[in-house]
């Protein structure tokens, strides 16, 4: 990778990397305007970083306006490097009401935004064990916040990608735990930390009361294990309830527990650097406090008293408002993502917090690398990866969305975090853009499967012409003109992947077992082919029916005629002389169906012969009651009626050429 200024771009965090790119486009862009009106560039939509666009809030404004006015007439101290008190008693009082547990001032710590806020945290619990397991691991669901992968974090995933919707559950954790554990008896990477983002970025999950408890639950059988909580968008909860916190749900592990709270989103104060870190164990604080002291003495005091009064004002109302402004959005990304088919594989995923969504962009994978992004990736080929995914998308396409892999996801999985902050006109337009180039790029791929399917075909020729002849019909009915639409040729191709490893497992078979094994493979994925040649034989069954029955009621050419031989399906289901039609042949099916499972079939003849013949026997046997006289009589008289039936029956089978109709077979 290489910086817009065409270094190395070395261990630049890649998000910064990417908005270093973005800002250079766009000035590029801008230059071109200027020098070339008439040239239309796109410009760029950047939906790749936590940008807030909701203007910032009014009681941060109101309080800079007031404090900037009062402050003009002297100079500004020194403050206390832990904050200072007012602002750390007004914001004490507000955490306690929100945590609903005692947050005493001396737990709060100013800080130079939430990034210096988890910079501190990562810095004191590295001293914290640095003699007896400086190897220690950081047990965190991954994905992750890039940020914690920084200062040379030991980080353990939770693969929560595992689970449905992608969420964090309490087993999953103990899952984790446990192999950290397994893993230390090795290289002593003791686990040390347990890091929870929620509401979680990049995947914008919540946890929840219930899911909590559980997790308190295994982390109380954990008492040297330190928890961070990192609760930036604790006020974007999607549903407009509060958040409740690992903190509120657990109090008793308030002395393990060390939370993150940031202004930068709820508050849309990103530039401001308004943060607090909060510890309850006095000398995790005094260490805390330590690093902030030599990081950057102390956090500005205009902030640290706007970012307390703001939060002693901030309502449910305040929180119904954010989520006004972001769901919406959140939405109708959501909304694009499904329609263009690019949503998550797991259908169970739903963004509950934060203004982040994920989506699945794996099908620009193997497409051709455009020249324009040697710049900045110094690779020529084609696309491999999510990163190589964002740099064509910003090069050709002018947007900017992030790639998972960025957040520790692999590389090679296309999975990309939309920020849903953008105007509804940027967002269409991103939409838009996004679905244009996925629709060029699964054209390729139909294409690609396609050639590879008909180069196959000439081989499959010679080894089984039934099949060949099948897989050719299933081709033509996959390969609808009409449907052209990005989710459809989606859809097309992924049967076209089925058919084609079909066909490559049948030729790739040399013995006799093998060729039945792959037939077995190809018949599983032609099950949609059969069922929908099936439903073809019925409607032409159903066609003959009618022809026969306009015969009947109209047989000399006639307007009537011919207006009755083009109806459709639906006009014929209208007409009411072959419902009633419909209706004798159905009875007719049903009761001979009904008849033939009680008598197997024709063999109503043989059972029909014997019970003549029983009744002919006790006949014979001549005991003159009226009783036997009446048995031989009826079971005769059964024996004669059933020959008769099954003579008849058997005549109508053979009549009639066309299946049983049903209402059902009509309406397909
Ligand atoms: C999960 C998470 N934690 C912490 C931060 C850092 O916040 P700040 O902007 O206050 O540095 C961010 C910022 O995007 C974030 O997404």
Redesign the pocket.
């Given at each position: 990778m290489r910086t817009p200024q065409g270094q190395p771009a070395g261990k630049i965090d890649r998000i910064m990397l990417l908005a270093m790119w973005t800002k250079f486009l766009r000035n590029k862009r801008d230059d071109n305007l200027t020098t070339n009106p008439v040239e239309v560039i796109p410009e760029i939509i950047s939906a790749g970083?936590?940008k807030p666009v909701l203007p910032l809030n009014k009681y941060t404004s109101m309080f800079m306006k007031d404090y900037w006015d009062k402050a003009s007439s002297s100079a500004i101290d020194y403050g206390d490097p832990q904050g200072d008190t007012e602002p750390r008693v007004i914001m004490a009082r507000a955490m306690s009401s929100w945590y609903e547990t005692d947050v005493d001032p001396n737990n709060i710590l100013f800080t130079v935004?939430?990034?210096?806020?988890?910079q501190g945290i990562f810095a004191t619990l590295k001293t914290l064990h640095e003699e007896t397991t400086p190897n220690f691991r950081i047990i965190t669901p991954f994905p992750y916040?890039t940020?914690y992968g920084d200062y040379d974090n030991h980080l353990y995933p939770i693969d929560v990608m595992k689970n449905t919707g992608y969420r964090l559950t309490a087993e999953s954790l103990q899952l984790s735990i446990n192999q950290a554990y397994d893993l230390a008896i090795e290289d002593h990477g003791y686990p040390k930390v347990i890091l929870l983002?929620d509401p979680?970025?990049?995947l914008s999950t919540v946890l929840g009361k219930k899911e909590l408890e559980k997790i308190a639950d295994i982390l109380r059988k954990y008492p040297d294990i330190h928890i961070i909580l990192?609760e930036?968008?604790a006020e974007m909860c999607l549903d407009g309830n509060k958040h409740i916190s690992l903190l509120t749900a657990a109090p008793d592990l308030k002395d393990r527990i060390i939370i993150?709270r940031?202004?930068?989103?709820a508050l849309s104060a990103?530039g401001e650097?308004?943060?607090i870190t909060i510890a309850f164990n006095e000398q995790i604080m005094a260490m805390l406090l330590q690093k902030n002291i030599s990081n950057y003495g102390h956090a500005p005091r205009s902030l640290q008293m706007a970012y307390a009064t703001t939060m002693s004002k901030f309502t449910l109302e305040e929180q119904k408002n954010i989520v006004n402004f972001y769901r919406p959005k959140l939405e109708y990304v959501k909304r694009r993502l499904i329609e263009m088919g690019a949503n998550m594989p797991d259908p169970h995923y739903n963004p509950e917090g934060?203004f982040y969504i994920l989506g699945d962009f794996s099908d620009l994978l193997g497409e051709p690398l455009p020249e324009s992004t040697f710049c900045a990736l110094n690779k020529k080929g084609q696309i491999t990866t999510d990163e190589d995914i964002t740099y064509s998308l910003l090069f050709e396409d002018s947007v900017m969305i992030a790639p998972l892999s960025y957040f520790g996801m692999p590389k090679n999985k296309g999975y990309m975090r939309i920020t849903c902050s953008g105007t509804d006109k940027e967002l269409e337009k991103l939409m838009t853009r996004l679905e244009k180039r996925l629709t060029i790029a699964r054209n390729n791929i139909k294409d690609a499967y396609l050639n590879e399917i008909h180069e196959k075909l000439t081989i499959l020729i010679n080894i089984n012409k039934n099949l060949h002849h099948d897989i050719l019909d299933e081709i033509n009915d996959i390969i609808d003109p009409n449907k052209t639409s990005s989710i459809d040729i989606k859809k097309q191709n992924e049967k076209l992947g089925h058919a084609l490893s079909a066909v490559e497992l049948f030729i790739n078979q040399s013995t006799t077992a093998g060729q039945e094994k792959a037939a077995t493979v190809i018949q599983a994925n032609f099950r949609g082919h059969l069922a929908r040649k099936e439903t073809k034989l019925k409607i032409n069954a159903q066609n003959a029916e009618w022809y026969q029955f306009v015969d009947q009621i109209a047989p000399n050419p006639s307007k009537i005629r011919s207006d009755l031989i083009n109806f459709s399906l639906t006009e014929r289901l209208e007409f009411t002389p072959w419902k009633k039609h419909i209706s004798n042949l159905n009875n007719q099916s049903i009761s001979a169906h009904f008849f033939m499972q009680v008598l197997l079939n024709n063999e109503m003849k043989i059972v029909g012969s014997l019970l003549l013949l029983a009744g002919l026997a006790i006949l014979s046997l001549s005991i003159s009651t009226t009783a036997t006289l009446a048995l031989s009589g009826i079971t005769a008289g059964v024996g004669i009626g059933l020959v008769g039936f099954g003579i008849f029956y058997k005549k109508e089978r053979h009549e009639s050429s066309i299946a049983p109709i049903h209402e059902h077979a009509l309406t397909t």
């Amino acid at each position: 990778m290489r910086t817009p200024q065409g270094q190395p771009a070395g261990k630049i965090d890649r998000i910064m990397l990417l908005a270093m790119w973005t800002k250079f486009l766009r000035n590029k862009r801008d230059d071109n305007l200027t020098t070339n009106p008439v040239e239309v560039i796109p410009e760029i939509i950047s939906a790749g970083m936590g940008k807030p666009v909701l203007p910032l809030n009014k009681y941060t404004s109101m309080f800079m306006k007031d404090y900037w006015d009062k402050a003009s007439s002297s100079a500004i101290d020194y403050g206390d490097p832990q904050g200072d008190t007012e602002p750390r008693v007004i914001m004490a009082r507000a955490m306690s009401s929100w945590y609903e547990t005692d947050v005493d001032p001396n737990n709060i710590l100013f800080t130079v935004g939430g990034a210096g806020a988890l910079q501190g945290i990562f810095a004191t619990l590295k001293t914290l064990h640095e003699e007896t397991t400086p190897n220690f691991r950081i047990i965190t669901p991954f994905p992750y916040y890039t940020l914690y992968g920084d200062y040379d974090n030991h980080l353990y995933p939770i693969d929560v990608m595992k689970n449905t919707g992608y969420r964090l559950t309490a087993e999953s954790l103990q899952l984790s735990i446990n192999q950290a554990y397994d893993l230390a008896i090795e290289d002593h990477g003791y686990p040390k930390v347990i890091l929870l983002c929620d509401p979680n970025n990049p995947l914008s999950t919540v946890l929840g009361k219930k899911e909590l408890e559980k997790i308190a639950d295994i982390l109380r059988k954990y008492p040297d294990i330190h928890i961070i909580l990192d609760e930036a968008y604790a006020e974007m909860c999607l549903d407009g309830n509060k958040h409740i916190s690992l903190l509120t749900a657990a109090p008793d592990l308030k002395d393990r527990i060390i939370i993150m709270r940031s202004a930068t989103k709820a508050l849309s104060a990103a530039g401001e650097r308004m943060a607090i870190t909060i510890a309850f164990n006095e000398q995790i604080m005094a260490m805390l406090l330590q690093k902030n002291i030599s990081n950057y003495g102390h956090a500005p005091r205009s902030l640290q008293m706007a970012y307390a009064t703001t939060m002693s004002k901030f309502t449910l109302e305040e929180q119904k408002n954010i989520v006004n402004f972001y769901r919406p959005k959140l939405e109708y990304v959501k909304r694009r993502l499904i329609e263009m088919g690019a949503n998550m594989p797991d259908p169970h995923y739903n963004p509950e917090g934060t203004f982040y969504i994920l989506g699945d962009f794996s099908d620009l994978l193997g497409e051709p690398l455009p020249e324009s992004t040697f710049c900045a990736l110094n690779k020529k080929g084609q696309i491999t990866t999510d990163e190589d995914i964002t740099y064509s998308l910003l090069f050709e396409d002018s947007v900017m969305i992030a790639p998972l892999s960025y957040f520790g996801m692999p590389k090679n999985k296309g999975y990309m975090r939309i920020t849903c902050s953008g105007t509804d006109k940027e967002l269409e337009k991103l939409m838009t853009r996004l679905e244009k180039r996925l629709t060029i790029a699964r054209n390729n791929i139909k294409d690609a499967y396609l050639n590879e399917i008909h180069e196959k075909l000439t081989i499959l020729i010679n080894i089984n012409k039934n099949l060949h002849h099948d897989i050719l019909d299933e081709i033509n009915d996959i390969i609808d003109p009409n449907k052209t639409s990005s989710i459809d040729i989606k859809k097309q191709n992924e049967k076209l992947g089925h058919a084609l490893s079909a066909v490559e497992l049948f030729i790739n078979q040399s013995t006799t077992a093998g060729q039945e094994k792959a037939a077995t493979v190809i018949q599983a994925n032609f099950r949609g082919h059969l069922a929908r040649k099936e439903t073809k034989l019925k409607i032409n069954a159903q066609n003959a029916e009618w022809y026969q029955f306009v015969d009947q009621i109209a047989p000399n050419p006639s307007k009537i005629r011919s207006d009755l031989i083009n109806f459709s399906l639906t006009e014929r289901l209208e007409f009411t002389p072959w419902k009633k039609h419909i209706s004798n042949l159905n009875n007719q099916s049903i009761s001979a169906h009904f008849f033939m499972q009680v008598l197997l079939n024709n063999e109503m003849k043989i059972v029909g012969s014997l019970l003549l013949l029983a009744g002919l026997a006790i006949l014979s046997l001549s005991i003159s009651t009226t009783a036997t006289l009446a048995l031989s009589g009826i079971t005769a008289g059964v024996g004669i009626g059933l020959v008769g039936f099954g003579i008849f029956y058997k005549k109508e089978r053979h009549e009639s050429s066309i299946a049983p109709i049903h209402e059902h077979a009509l309406t397909t």
